[in-house]
């Protein structure tokens, strides 16, 4: 390759990471910034670095009582998705039954469907089940809108494994049911690090089924929380700035530590046999 060429991709992806890491760069720095040291200085870096806008965050904001709410609520979802994409994704993507790809094409059409357009629908139907202002309800929710998605994954993924495991486990005397947990499921970590993390975010950042489900102010999820302060306490960006920084923390936790299972799982979903 050209070196000009060489020279002149590596601008443009400069630039565009650049871009990416801005917003990122801006909400940190003017988190620890006074209020009228915002007002003249939006760009560069605090000349006094303060930590009183975290203090108001936790303090004023109830953002420990959301963040309780979220350790409450997303581990039990993730239990729920996991056992559905795993399930499904090995259905579709290993085993051989009628109508099977009539099925796994409704899967795949249902995650065309916006938040904004079912949310309605969804709502009614959660009042009519008395599922709102109730964890379950919300659970129940996010594992069939997001499940979608990760069944995809995982069957991509099982319909990738060797069929001389599947069938050397059958000859060993193996069920169906026991090659998925005892073979499947233990060859597929790497490809469930990906969706951990995928459902996770997703669960962590959703706000319109939320929103909708969760109307009492002591069952609401950290997104709800920021999406309210603003209009409840009248918080300075500052404030919000901070706000925003810790309800980020544990979402990017989240993905420092499985993002060992990202090339992980794509080299191995790239292999088939």
């Known amino acids: 390759m050209n070196k000009k060429i060489k020279v002149t991709i590596y601008i443009v992806l400069i630039f565009f990471a650049l871009v990416s890491i801005y917003p990122l760069y801006h909400v940190f720095i003017t988190s620890f910034k006074q209020l009228n040291e915002y007002a003249n200085n939006r760009v560069l870096l605090p000349v006094h670095w303060v930590i009183d806008n975290y203090k108001v965050a936790i303090e004023q904001c109830h953002l420990l009582y959301y963040f309780l709410n979220n350790i409450i609520l997303i581990p039990a979802a993730m239990v729920f998705y996991l056992f559905v994409c795993i399930m499904a994704g090995f259905a579709f993507g290993r085993l051989r039954f009628r109508l099977r790809l009539p099925l796994f094409l409704i899967v795949l059409f249902l995650m065309i469907f916006p938040q ?134 544990i979402p990017m936790l989240v993905f420092v530590f499985f993002q060992k299972y990202i090339a992980t799982g794509a080299f191995s979903g790239a292999i088939k046999g």
């Open 116 to 249: 904004m357009l079912l949310s309605m629908q969804i709502f009614q139907l959660c009042a009519k089940f008395h599922l709102t202002n109730n964890y379950l309800g919300v659970i129940l929710v996010w594992t069939a809108y997001f499940a979608p998605f990760g069944t995809y994954i995982m069957a991509s993924y099982f319909n990738t494994l060797p069929y001389e495991i599947i069938e050397s486990g059958r000859i060993d005397g193996a069920n169906t049911w026991s090659i998925l947990t005892r073979i499947a499921t233990p060859m597929a970590l790497p490809m469930m690090g990906i969706l951990i993390i995928i459902g996770f975010q997703s669960m962590w950042n959703e706000l319109p089924f939320s929103l909708l489900l969760l109307q009492r102010m002591e069952m609401r999820t950290v997104t709800i929380g920021i999406a309210m302060i603003q209009g409840e306490y009248g918080i300075p960006d500052t404030t919000q700035s901070a706000v925003i920084m810790i309800a980020a923390l």
